[in-house]
């Protein structure tokens, strides 16, 4: 049996529009002391059944799982692995030149604070919630059962994830590989660490904007800026990018570029050691497309000021730098920058740049991260590309 939680009368209605996410300041009393982890089943103020999902001592405090008076047990996650997976299937992206995607992405797969990346045939495990890292064991067995022989391994990366109050120790659940190990995006071969590695190894969602960015590279000088592991490069080297420069701050990054660029046999590529922001003030070469894809500047609200004059700067620089006729990838992946705001803060620096803009293409996350319609919070990634008079 599951601990109750009751919400306030007046604080149901985004439950009951089946939002995944519920406030602490909603819930009203529990029927017994709640902790991190707990599954808890959510009732009106009328003791009537809403939901049933995880909690957590933080603002999010329960995020819903079902919106079904149902069990959550293994054959309720191997169901919705099933249903993930078959959503991937029919997107096409289990191909012989394609084997890195996003296999469940938390709430747009119906599982709040879990996420599951692929690469050729080995799943890492991210959990976002302290209560998904308990039902870690149902995850790897889903997994199993649902995948058979397209599964060699499964690794637990959630020590980067979880609060510092929880002990994780990231490992192997099944299978081990070597590392770092060789998958496939779009034709390009990628070594691929996720012990090491940022994130889970790889940042996947960008894949169809690469691809994008390989339409538009042939015969192209390009500054790929922020390249961690040199995506954007490999995929303009492909489509014939007469010189692609990786340029990033980090020489660990560079390392791995330079070890992907190699491991492709790509030629007319150079990698660049160097700030950015700073870098971005004097260019020592004509480009004709920059591609800029930082971190995210902000992750929180209240940073969000800052944030967008740090984007507004960025761009402004990429903008007066660019030759004329040259298109700019420009890329915000923190939440807080909602799609419009990050639209007028590039529209705001072309004016402060001084030069004319147009907006070819508005550009988000693949469709392996999937959106949840009641949970629009999960649009993150949002980028345009700009033609530059």
């Not at 890195?100 to 709040?112: A, N, Q, T, V, Y």
Request: net charge neutral; proline share 3%.
């Amino acid at each position: 049996m599951s601990k109750i939680v009751q919400l306030y009368k007046k604080k149901t209605q985004s439950v009951e529009r089946r939002h995944p996410w519920i406030f602490s300041g909603a819930i009203d009393l529990a029927s017994e002391e709640l902790e991190d982890g707990d599954l808890v089943t959510v009732h009106d103020h009328q003791s009537c059944f809403l939901a049933r999902g995880h909690f957590q001592n933080a603002t999010i405090a329960v995020r819903v799982l079902t919106f079904e008076d149902i069990p959550i047990d293994a054959e309720f996650f191997r169901e919705k692995i099933q249903n993930a997976v078959n959503v991937r299937r029919s997107l096409n992206v289990f191909r012989e030149d394609n084997s890195i995607f996003r296999l469940i992405h938390g709430e747009g797969d119906g599982l709040p604070g879990l996420i599951v990346d692929y690469y050729n045939k080995v799943a890492v495990i991210q959990c976002h919630s302290i209560g998904m890292y308990r039902s870690i064991a149902f995850i790897a067995e889903g997994l199993k059962t649902v995948l058979k022989d397209e599964l060699t391994a499964i690794y637990n990366k959630s020590s980067e994830t979880l609060p510092d109050r929880v002990e994780v120790n990231d490992s192997y659940l099944f299978g081990s590989c070597e590392m770092p190990h060789v998958a496939t995006e779009n034709g390009v071969q990628f070594n691929i660490d996720w012990i090491n590695g940022q994130k889970t190894g790889f940042f996947i969602d960008q894949r169809e904007n690469r691809l994008l960015v390989g339409k538009y590279a042939r015969g192209k000088k390009i500054l790929n800026t922020f390249c961690y592991s040199g995506g954007f490069s490999l995929l303009a080297l492909k489509n014939g990018a007469e010189l692609v420069h990786s340029l990033d701050s980090s020489k660990k990054a560079i390392r791995l570029t330079d070890e992907n660029v190699a491991l492709n046999g790509f030629k007319n590529h150079a990698s660049i050691v160097a700030d950015a922001m700073e870098y971005m003030k004097e260019l020592p070469e004509a480009y004709d497309i920059i591609i800029l894809d930082p971190p995210a500047f902000a992750k929180h609200r209240d940073k969000r000021h800052k944030a967008v004059q740090g984007y507004k700067r960025l761009n402004a620089h990429a903008i007066r730098q660019i030759k004329p006729g040259g298109i700019i990838f420009t890329f915000s992946c923190s939440q807080v920058i909602d799609k419009l705001l990050f639209t007028n803060t590039v529209i705001a620096a072309s004016i402060e740049a001084g030069r004319n803009v147009r907006i070819l293409e508005q550009l988000h996350q693949p469709a392996d991260h999937p959106i949840a319609a009641v949970h629009p919070e999960g649009e993150y990634l949002k980028g345009l590309v700009i033609y530059v008079d």
